[in-house]
């Protein structure tokens, strides 16, 4: 079975530059997320969806962060215009269905998309 | 919200076992408490799941108190390839908006 999938890998950019991550969540996963991993920290969610519906972007920085997950499958966060304190690694994670409170289960995460803002 | 803490990081030989505790004080009556970890350049991997008592897999082991505020996760027999990070996360649902918290993580080194 395929794990998440990112792309791409690796991004470099210039300041003020655009910037996309397309994720794709293992397949039958309803939730998905996407979390920020600055150096040396542990990762910060920044959007979950249920299917297609954004139902936590509370942490997501909307002046220039913005995430779509149109069929309810794939889902892609976009920077725009990105900043240097936006190099960091995005890590897209999904699971079968929202963990937290009595509900058990786990995340599986992608490898991750590194950003570099020179 | 449900902060934990860990220490930030620890030091073990192949072949010892290694304990790792997370506080957790004001974890809720339904959370689960769950373990990752993390390799260099790779997302976060699903170790271990628990509510109390005590949890083992092939991987490792888990023990919770029963008063739920904290949680040690055990590694027996580590090898270099236990050098990672670990985080220890407690499921918190408060309202509409549930957030899986990952905190700093405890940095294991493995030395030969």
């Known amino acids: 079975e395929a794990g998440v999938v990112q792309s791409p890998r690796y991004k470099i950019i210039e300041k003020k530059q655009p910037v996309a991550f397309w994720c794709n969540p293992i397949s039958g996963h309803n939730t998905l997320y996407w979390y920020r991993q600055n150096l040396g920290q542990g990762p910060e969610l920044l959007i979950r969806y249920e299917n297609e519906e954004a139902v936590d972007d509370s942490q997501l920085p909307k002046d220039r962060f913005s995430a779509e997950r149109l069929k309810g499958v794939d889902s892609t966060l976009k920077i725009q215009p990105a900043e240097l304190g936006d190099s960091a690694v995005y890590l897209c994670a999904s699971s079968s269905r929202k963990i937290a409170g009595g509900n058990t289960g786990e995340l599986f995460f992608g490898e991750g998309s590194r950003l570099t803002v020179l | 919200l449900t902060k934990t803490t860990q220490p930030i990081s620890m030091d073990s030989y192949e072949g010892q076992e290694v304990n790792i505790t997370c506080s957790h004080n004001n974890i809720a009556t339904n959370d689960y408490i769950t373990w990752y970890q993390q390799f260099p350049s790779q997302g976060p991997r699903f170790i271990i799941q628990?509510?109390?008592t005590k949890v083992t897999n092939e991987v490792a082991s888990l023990f919770i108190p029963a008063d739920r505020k904290s949680s040690t996760l055990s590694l027996p027999r580590v090898s270099l390839s236990d050098t990672a990070v670990y985080y220890c996360l407690v499921a918190t649902d408060w309202g509409n908006t549930d957030k899986l918290i990952f905190g700093t993580g405890t940095r294991l080194q493995v030395f030969p």
């Open positions: 628990g509510y109390k």
